[in-house]
């Protein structure tokens, strides 16, 4: 099989992407940095300087999967974000996103059972402060994969993971101490934060066969945060 991670250098993309390795699927990682995992005679890596570049990546003829995982965390009140954060937010995580897939389409569509995974986030339904810009680019990304999902139906399915606060690198500033990390906890149901290997479980579960039957779905990989109340 043949998979491409966009944004596969760190994080969760990197544990999926890792994962894929090791069970002996061709991958393609894409990111701002050199690759820093182990070398596989299988997988082939590309430096771009942005997620605006994803068009230079040479494809093989048909792919199996395609993992949209850059994103952002700009956490500021609203009367302190301007046009600019805004801007980024979307261009990072719904144009990105939205390039990567007409890219990789043509490939995709003559990839046996091809999926596309993408990611939002658990502020698009919850309603939570100092998120707008992050939400609201987040909440496009989740209607582009309906909306993919019902286009491209039945040959390639269209899905999103959208976790709550992971420990990931894009994170390290909102858990950058033990209180920090004690007061993320107690936000969820489930009194911890997430781990790359939460959220990359769940990713590489609808990337592959084992969700044949899974499009249009957002599944939220929060921690409980999303839809309980204890």
């Known amino acids: 099989m043949n998979y491409l991670i966009v944004g596969g250098n760190s994080g969760i993309a990197n544990t999926v992407a890792q994962n894929l390795l090791s069970d002996g699927h061709n991958v ?5 940095e050199e690759w820093k ?49 805004y801007l980024h937010d ?14 990789a389409q043509n490939a995709l569509k003559k990839g046996e059972n091809a999926s596309v995974v993408l990611f939002s986030t658990v502020a698009v339904t919850q309603g939570m402060p100092f998120h707008a810009s992050v939400a609201m680019s987040k ?3 989740e209607g582009l994969t309906r909306t993919l999902a019902a286009e491209f139906a039945p040959k390639i399915r269209v899905n999103a993971v959208a ?19 004690e007061s993320g906890a107690e936000r969820h149901p ?5 781990t790359a290997d939460d959220i990359a479980n769940a990713a590489l579960y609808l990337l592959k066969n084992d969700s044949s039957w899974v499009s249009g779905q957002i599944l939220h990989v929060d921690g409980g945060m999303s839809k309980l109340r204890v």
């Open 28 to 32: 393609i990682t894409c990111g701002r």
């Open 163 to 181: 976790p709550s606060l992971s420990d990931t690198p894009l994170a390290s500033s909102l858990l950058s101490n033990d209180k920090r990390r």
């Open 90 to 103: 979307f261009e990072v995580n719904a144009l990105g996103a939205v390039r990567a897939v007409r890219h």
């Open 37 to 85: 995992g182990d070398s596989h005679d299988n997988h082939t890596h590309h430096v771009l300087n942005g997620v605006t570049e994803v068009d230079q990546i040479e494809l093989p003829e048909e792919l199996n999967g395609l993992l949209y995982a850059p994103g952002t965390i700009n956490l500021k009140p609203f009367r302190g974000l301007k046009d600019d954060d």
């Open 190 to 194: 489930l009194k911890r934060v997430g």
């Open 139 to 141: 909440g496009a990304v």
